[in-house]
């Protein structure tokens, strides 16, 4: 019964995102009755959000009646059908694109919502006219031209995680817009500036969510200026800067993470395996999107050695890690019978509870700052425990066991030393006892 409404789901493509009621449906010829099967007719895309809001358009896509599933919202997997592979994939792309908009299209006014539409249409197909483009239109089509355009830079199509990054900051602006009503190209300047910062210390945000926005900002502000969309260059001020402050974040030691890898938790399937994926994180230094979605094929066997190959996804690099006994035994345990597809939203759900259970439930004090304030905190290092914990950890206990720091660098993916000594979390003893096994303190 389950499998059936969920084919029912997938074939509808109608999507209702909780109460934000955004459909998006596809059809031929608007929805009217076709009369000749051999005929061609354009696909339209109806997307509708509630009462009133309803709008219908063409793709400029045509397709033979015969040709197009109904049921499916798609056009048939027919060998003869060479374009059908990317129509469909365009149609599953303009399905995420506008439920990526649901709460917006909800929130915009019947009286504007076909000109919104319309106007996020265009963007996705890029057929926005320049000279008319708006600071949030122009951010749209940027968003959708990375994910298919390689970066002039790198040559490389930017990572998903890096889109999301986009659309954070987007959904932030959109938030800060709807607090001042007045972001437009020219607006982006010091006064823009001091008010986004502001506007960020009240939502508690930390000075390195508001630099990581004004990254963004300032990377669309330079790519506009190429497009010849703006002539505003005050985001080049020196005091338009990316603002950041040191994490306190913790690492698990190579004891803790023995304890933690040596823990019974054959009674709890899920949590077994949200550990065994940490720990293997911890001693590889992949990140969760990583060794997330590792296979059999990853497994690379050099000269009677055990190693993953892996092609990172944030960056895109191609890395070979040796693995010690502990990995190497997670992998042999998993290499049959499929690693697990755990999200680290699952991992972040389980793993501090796994720390309680292993007994790091030390209190520590730690410091943040929030609304521009520093703030003092208690906490159980189990409750400071994240996913990207494992990928801290390696780092600090390479650093800690005298691996080549450029070589612990080629795993996770910093490109300078003074980046990699600031991620690696070192106290005063442990940094302490680094340095004296230097020749020059004997």
Request: proline letters at 1%; glycine letters at 6%; hydrophobic letters at 30%.
């Amino acid at each position: 019964m389950l499998g059936n409404l969920l084919g029912i789901y997938i074939f509808t493509q109608q999507f209702k995102y909780h109460n934000f009621m955004a459909n998006i449906s596809f059809r031929l010829n608007k929805g009217k009755k076709i009369t000749d099967i051999d005929k061609s007719y354009s696909i339209y895309i109806r997307v509708t959000s509630g009462r009133g809001k309803d709008y219908n358009g063409s793709l400029g896509i045509k397709v033979k009646a015969d040709d197009w599933n109904t049921n499916k919202e798609r056009i048939k997997n027919r060998a003869s059908l060479t374009q059908r592979d990317k129509h469909n994939k365009t149609l599953d792309n303009l399905t995420s694109y506008f439920c990526d908009f649901s709460f917006e299209l909800k929130n915009t006014s019947t009286h504007e919502y076909i000109i919104r539409v319309k106007g996020l249409l265009d963007a996705y197909f890029n057929k926005t006219n320049s000279k008319n483009m708006s600071f949030f239109q122009f951010i749209e089509y940027f968003i959708e031209k990375a994910k298919t355009q390689p970066n002039s830079n790198t040559n490389k199509i930017v990572s998903k995680s890096t889109i999301t990054s986009y659309r954070t900051t987007l959904k932030a602006l959109k938030r800060y817009d709807n607090y001042e009503k007045k972001i437009s190209f020219n607006s982006i300047n010091m006064s823009f500036y001091y008010s986004f910062l502001d506007w960020c210390e009240e939502q508690d945000w930390t000075p390195n969510t508001f630099g990581g926005h004004i990254k963004i900002i300032k990377m669309l502000m330079r790519e506009a200026n190429e497009l010849n969309l703006t002539t505003n260059e005050e985001y080049k001020n020196r005091k338009f800067v990316k603002t950041s402050t040191e994490t306190d974040e913790i690492f698990l030691t190579i004891d803790e993470l023995q304890l933690m890898f040596e823990f019974d938790l054959s009674n709890d399937e899920i949590k077994e395996k949200v550990r065994d994926l940490f720990c293997l994180g911890a001693y590889t230094g992949l990140r969760s999107s990583d060794y997330c979605s590792l296979t059999s094929f990853n497994i690379l066997y050099l000269d009677g050695k055990t190693n993953l190959k892996v092609k990172m996804q944030k960056t895109g690099k191609t890395v070979i890690i040796p693995l010690n006994s502990n990995a190497k035994k997670i992998v042999e345990k998993y290499e049959k019978i499929g690693f697990p597809k755990i999200i680290g939203n699952t991992i972040n759900l389980h793993i501090d509870k796994i720390g309680e259970m292993v007994g790091l439930t030390e209190i520590q004090q730690y410091t943040s700052i929030n609304g521009g304030a520093e703030k003092v905190h208690q906490k159980r290092k189990c409750d400071r425990i994240k996913s990207h914990t494992a990928r801290r950890s390696f780092c600090s206990n390479a650093f800690l066991g005298g691996v080549n720091t450029y070589d612990i660098m080629a795993i996770s993916g910093h490109t300078t030393e003074k980046s990699f000594l600031k991620y690696i979390k070192l106290n005063t003893q442990q940094r302490a006892t680094k340095i004296g096994e230097h020749p020059h303190f004997n």
